[in-house]
């Protein structure tokens, strides 16, 4: 039968290596705005469907995905207000203005496309998918974070 022999062990922290996972100053919301923007992007591609094939299936879905990016969009702005109270960021106003605009035109659109029919969709309801498609496009191409992280000299 084999020996095993222990050698000596130590249990100090290597100081070399890194962290598994590090905590940045990375804004709470920035993990959330890419939610809204999929479901309005989906809804959009839906009323592209719609308009070619009218079928009710697909306004169904252009209403619930509107929908469901106005649930998360509502996370995000209470989220970013989080960022901006009490972990002292400071607003991006090109980038809040663009989400603001985007969500108030998806207001809008669920109201339009819960009329009945096709005309609920075409035109009024596909331009103004289009419409958020297009504003959230440029906004979220210079970055999803609403808000910036504070200047290195600024308090916190």
């Not at 992007?41 to 009710?56: E, H, I, S």
């Not at 299936?57 to 109270?85: H, K, N, P, Y």
């Not at 969709?121 to 998918?129: D, H, M, Q, R, W």
């Amino acid at each position: 039968m084999d020996q095993m022999t222990l050698t000596a062990t130590t249990f100090a922290r290597d100081l070399s290596s890194r962290p598994a996972a590090q905590v940045h100053n990375q804004a709470m919301h920035q993990m959330l705005a890419p939610f809204p923007v999929a479901y309005f992007m989906g809804a959009f591609v839906t009323d592209l469907v719609y308009w070619r094939m009218p079928d009710v299936m697909w306004e169904r879905f252009s209403v619930w995905l509107i929908t469901a990016g106005l649930v998360m969009a509502a996370l995000v702005v209470i989220t970013a207000l989080i960022d901006l109270a009490f972990r002292g960021h400071r607003p991006v106003w090109v980038r809040a203005l663009g989400y603001l605009l985007a969500v108030l035109l998806s207001i809008f659109n669920v109201f339009v496309h819960s009329r009945d029919g096709y005309t609920a969709v075409v035109p009024t309801g596909l331009a103004l998918s289009a419409a958020v498609f297009v504003i959230l496009l440029l906004t979220s191409s210079m970055g999803w974070a609403l808000t910036d992280r504070p200047r290195a000299g600024a308090g916190k």
